[in-house]
């Protein structure tokens, strides 16, 4: 195996010599793609938000990058915008997973592709693979739509994980919100899941839904930034509290903001030592081992 490098940038310092973050992150929130497919997104940020991409990097200098400034193990997800894109984007994420070492996925899918549960199972043995992304925003799909029912069934069974985009934030529409989500969490109340960007713009609601669902973990990504006024807000208590169920995430590169900034001001917090060591470090290396089948699946 190889590791990529990335380009040459401006943005300052490695993020190992920003205390009090521990030397080596897990940045769990990536976002990687084929190169033409990441220039199709980078113009529809332009079209659908008006958002200009300002890290305008192929896959392997993301990679880079990312490890020139402490990251070590990253998780990346892509998703099928439609159907009939899973499958390409799958056999592409096995060779570069096969390739750059300590990169992990959660792999897209589709419910009308047609992949019977044998498909799934055998995707599931690729080496990397730790789960599915969904972005119901983008898909335009419910959580709780019978046709992923065998799927949610399979990643229990196989002790994987799913990386959900079911917030209303920075946008929303009919498939997302905490009320969505809900009505999936009555029938799976056990269901293994990352609910991405903190649950925004809904903190409140995802946060209370912590309380009864103990596989649920929220990432931190595009939620500390306070350039945009639409932050996490429900205080370093909450934080401090749910420490051991939130992961650090970047959403790199994909993002209109210096990566930098939600880095810094989490920092600015001041809060304890085992947060930080926890949410950029340890709760992501757990969970990969436990996706992975090397650490204990039945503690949550």
Partial sequence: MTTARGGDFQDNSPVSEKKPLPAEIVDFHVHLFPD????????????DYQAEVIYNLNWRECVGYLRERGVGAI??????????????????????????????????FHPDDGESPEDLARLFEAPGILGVKLHF?????SPADERLFPL???????????????GTGPVGNDFVGARQFERLLRRYPDLPVIVA?????????????????????????????????????????????????????????NIVFPREEE?????DLGLSGEFYRRVFSENGRELIERCRGLKNRESP
């Fill in 152 to 166: 949610y069934e399979l990643i229990i069974e196989r002790g994987k994980y799913l990386l959900f985009h079911v």
């Fill in 36 to 47: 033409r497919l990441f220039e199709a997104i980078r113009r529809r940020f332009l079209t």
């Fill in 263 to 267: 880095i810094d001001n989490l920092i």
């Fill in 197 to 253: 960007h903190m649950g925004g713009l809904e903190y409140r609601e995802f946060g209370d839904f912590m309380k009864d669902h103990p596989r649920l973990y929220l990432d931190t990504s595009f939620s500390f930034l306070s350039s945009l006024g639409l932050g996490f807000d429900l205080g370093p208590e909450f934080l401090e509290e749910h420490k051991e169920r939130i992961i650090y995430g970047s959403d790199f590169p």
């Fill in 75 to 108: 998780v990346y997800s892509n998703y099928a915008h439609r159907a009939g894109v899973a499958r390409g984007l799958n056999e592409w994420n096995r060779e570069i997973l096969a390739e750059v070492d300590d990169l992990y996925c959660f792999a897209p």
């Fill in 137 to 141: 925003l983008v898909q335009r799909i």
